[in-house]
C-alpha cells in the first residue's frame, strides 16, 4: 500500500456526483489515487464504477464535483486531450485496421511521423509477446492475443494512468488467471497507475493495492485487499466479500469480551477493532469468516458453536466450501482443506458442529 | 423427409415463377433488339446489331447518355452524402423529435412520383431553376437520399458502440475520429449507397420528365421516341439501360454484403 498521508494524488475525485436523468449514478464521491498504485474499482452490477472510471477517462461530464489529475482541473477536458487511455470491455479494436496499426492508433493522433509509429508499436508488441502477429487481421486472433493488442494500444503512449474496465470478463477462467499475471507484472514493472473496474473479487484482490468497493453510487471501503477481506466496515462489504457467514445480534454483556445475543445462538467475541465500542443493547452484525471455522463430529468444548446440518460442498482444489444449514434454517459456510473434510466422512444431511475463537469474530455496528 | 423435399420442390417452382414473370418483359425487349424485324412478331427475322447502330449514330441519345450519366453521378455523390449524414445524427445523437426526424428523411419515396415531379416543378419553376440540368439532379438527390441513408445506417447498427469513443480517448478529436474510424467502418456501405443511388438516378423517368426541359435523361428519350414511333431501337436502349442498372444494383449488393459478412466486432 502506497504511502497515502504525504505523496499528492495523481487523480482525486472531489464530491463527484453524476446524474443521468433523476437517477445518481454516482453520489459526493471523494477518492484520491496515488502514482505507481493499482486500484480496483469493485461492486456489483450498477454500483457506478463503470461511470467513474469514465468519468476519468473524459467520456462522461461529472454533473457536480471536480476530477484532478496532477491537481489540475480535468472536468472539461476532452478525452482527447487528457491521456487517460482506456482497456475496453469490448477491447474496441478496430476492425479494419491489422494489429500494428491499432496499436499505431494514439501515436498517429499524436502526429509522431510513420517510423517512430512503427518503430515504438513494435517495441510493445514485442514486449507484449505478439510481435510475431504484427501484420495480422483482429478477426484472426484469439481472445488473450486481443487483450494483449488492446493494452499495447492503451500503453504506447506511455501515460501515467490507465484505465481498465472489465478487461478480462470476456476471457475463460484460466487465460484470466494468467493475464491477471500479465497485468500485474507490467504494472510493477512500468510504475505507473492502473484503475482496474471489476464486479470480480478474484481479479481485485488478485493484483490490487487498494481496493475501492461501491454500492448505489457510493464509495463503501477503501483499503488493501487484506483489510476489505478480514475488516469489512459494514454489513454490504462484508456480504459482498462472499465467504462470510453474518448474523444480526445485540449486546447483552459489554467490555473487551461481550457476549452477542443472535437468533442462532449467543457468542462470546474479543473482536481485534476495539470491543469497548460496542455497549449493552446495541445492535450490531457478527461477521464469521468461513475459513476461520472448525468442524466437527462431536459438541467442541466451546462456547462458540453451532449445530450444522451438511447439504452439499463445492470442490474448487485443496480448499471445499461446505454449505450448510443452522437449526434456525439460516445458511452456514464453511471453508476447510479437502482432506480434513474428507477425514469426517460428511454426507448430506450428516450432523456436524462448526466453531470459531472469540478472537476471530468480526464486529460490524449496525448504525455504520 | 419426402413431405419436406416435397414442399421444397413447391418452393423451388414458385421462386422460378416469380423470377419468370420478372424478367420475361426484359427478356423479350433483349431478343427484339437484336431482333431483324421491324415489328415485334413471332416467327422472328434473324440476329442482328443493326438497332444498336442506328442508337449509337443518333446524337440526341448521345446527349441523352451523357446527360443521364452527369446527373447520376452527381446525384450518388450528393445523396450519398447527405444519406450519411443523416445515418450518422441518427447513431451518435438522441434529441427529442428525432422520430420525427427519421421519418421526414425516409419520407420521399413513399410521395408518389408523379405528386414529387410535379412538385419539383412548381418549386423550381418559382425560383427560375427548371429546365437545367442541375434541376434534375436536385430533384433526384431528394429521392435517392433515403435509400443512402438506409444503407448506411443498417451498417452503422452493425459496429461497436466503443469504437467512436477509444478513438477519442487515444486522441482522435470528434473530426478525426469520424475520418479514421467510422468513415473507415462505412466504406462497403458508402460504396454500395454510391451505386444504388446512382442507379435509381439513371432510371428515374417521372419526376425528370416534369423538371428535365431540354436536357433529356434517357428515360426521358425512351417515351419520345415511343411517342413518335414504335421502333425496335427502343429495345436497344432498354436493353443497355437495364444492362447499365443491374450491373450498379449488382456491384452495391457484392461490395455490402461482402465486406461486411467479416466480423465486425471485436469484443468475444
Keep these: ?368 | 423427409m419426402t413431405r419436406l423435399s416435397g414442399q421444397n420442390l413447391l418452393l423451388r417452382g414458385y421462386v422460378v415463377l416469380v423470377f419468370v414473370f420478372v424478367f420475361t418483359p426484359i427478356v423479350t425487349s433483349f431478343v427484339f433488339s437484336v431482333n431483324s424485324d421491324r415489328f415485334p412478331t413471332i416467327p422472328l427475322g434473324h440476329f442482328t446489331t443493326h438497332w444498336y447502330e442506328t442508337i449509337f449514330s443518333d446524337p440526341d441519345i448521345w446527349e441523352a447518355f451523357r446527360v443521364s450519366a452527369l446527373v447520376s453521378i452527381s446525384v450518388a455523390i450528393l445523396a450519398t452524402f447527405i444519406g450519411f449524414c443523416t445515418a450518422y445524427t441518427d447513431y451518435r445523437y438522441n434529441f427529442t423529435g428525432k422520430a420525427l426526424y427519421l421519418s421526414l428523411a425516409l419520407l420521399p419515396p413513399t410521395i408518389p412520383l408523379v405528386i414529387m415531379g410535379l412538385a419539383m416543378l412548381a418549386l423550381l419553376a418559382r425560383i427560375n431553376m427548371s429546365g437545367q440540368i442541375h434541376s434534375i439532379v436536385v430533384s433526384h438527390v431528394v429521392l435517392c437520399a433515403p435509400f443512402a441513408m438506409a444503407v448506411i445506417r443498417m451498417r452503422l447498427a452493425q459496429i461497436n458502440p466503443d469504437l467512436e469513443p477509444a478513438a477519442w480517448n487515444l486522441g482522435a478529436s470528434p473530426w478525426r475520429a469520424m475520418r479514421e474510424v467510422i468513415i473507415p467502418f462505412c466504406r462497403p456501405a458508402i460504396a454500395s449507397a454510391f451505386c444504388l443511388t446512382a442507379a435509381v438516378s439513371f432510371d428515374e423517368f417521372a419526376v425528370a420528365w416534369f423538371v428535365s426541359g431540354l436536357n433529356k435523361t434517357v428515360p426521358v428519350m425512351i417515351l419520345e421516341i415511343l411517342q413518335g414511333n414504335t421502333d425496335p431501337q427502343i429495345n436497344a436502349i432498354g436493353s443497355i439501360v437495364f444492362a447499365i442498372s443491374m450491373s450498379l444494383v449488382v456491384i452495391a449488393q457484392l461490395i455490402f454484403f461482402r465486406k461486411t459478412s467479416a466480423p465486425t466486432t471485436t469484443g468475444i
Design chain 1, 1 to 368: 500500500m502506497p504511502n497515502t498521508s504525504q505523496a499528492r494524488p495523481l487523480v482525486s475525485f472531489e464530491g463527484v456526483t453524476k446524474h443521468y436523468g433523476t437517477v445518481a449514478a454516482v453520489h459526493a464521491m471523494d477518492l484520491d489515487i496515488f502514482t505507481g498504485e493499482f486500484l480496483a474499482l469493485m461492486g456489483p452490477s450498477g454500483c457506478g464504477k463503470t461511470t467513474s472510471l469514465r468519468m476519468l477517462a473524459g467520456l462522461e461530464e461529472p454533473t457536480e464535483g471536480e476530477i484532478r489529475l496532477d491537481g489540475r482541473r480535468i472536468n472539461e477536458i476532452n478525452s482527447a486531450d487528457r491521456d487517460t487511455p482506456m482497456v475496453w470491455q469490448s477491447l474496441a479494436l478496430f476492425p479494419f485496421l491489422n494489429v500494428r496499426q491499432n496499436v499505431e492508433f494514439g501515436l498517429k493522433m499524436r502526429k509522431i511521423s510513420p517510423r517512430d509509429r512503427q518503430e515504438r508499436a513494435m517495441r510493445w508488441l514485442d514486449r507484449l509477446e505478439i510481435a510475431d502477429l504484427a501484420e495480422r487481421d483482429i478477426s484472426q486472433l484469439s481472445g488473450g492475443q486481443r487483450q494483449r493488442v488492446a493494452l499495447a494500444r492503451s500503453l504506447v503512449t506511455e501515460p501515467r494512468i490507465l484505465l481498465l474496465d472489465e478487461p478480462l470478463s470476456a476471457l475463460d477462467a484460466n487465460l484470466v488467471v494468467k493475464m491477471q499475471g500479465v497485468l500485474a507484472r507490467l504494472q510493477k514493472e512500468l510504475g505507473i497507475t492502473f484503475v482496474y473496474v471489476t464486479h470480480s473479487q478474484s481479479e481485485a484482490f488478485a493484483m490490487s493495492d487498494r481496493v475501492v468497493i461501491m454500492s448505489q453510487g457510493r464509495i463503501e471501503q477503501i483499503g488493501s485487499p487484506k483489510t476489505i477481506y478480514r475488516n469489512p466496515t459494514s454489513r454490504f462489504v462484508a456480504d459482498f466479500v462472499g465467504s462470510n457467514n453474518i448474523f444480526s445480534g445485540t449486546i447483552s454483556k459489554e467490555g473487551a469480551t461481550l457476549q452477542v445475543n443472535t437468533p442462532v445462538g449467543c457468542f462470546s467475541c474479543s473482536p481485534a477493532n476495539d470491543g469497548n465500542l460496542f455497549k449493552t443493547g446495541s445492535t450490531l452484525s457478527m461477521v464469521v469468516s468461513a475459513d476461520l471455522v472448525q468442524i466437527s463430529l462431536t459438541s467442541p468444548e466451546t462456547a462458540n458453536k453451532v449445530r450444522c446440518r451438511f447439504i452439499s460442498e463445492e470442490f474448487v482444489g485443496s480448499i471445499v466450501t461446505v454449505f450448510a444449514e443452522l437449526e434456525n434454517g439460516a445458511d452456514f459456510k464453511v471453508q476447510v482443506r479437502q482432506r480434513d473434510l474428507a477425514d469426517l466422512g460428511l454426507k448430506a444431511g450428516t450432523v456436524f458442529y462448526a466453531s470459531w475463537k472469540a478472537t476471530d469474530v468480526h464486529l460490524i455496528s449496525e448504525s455504520a
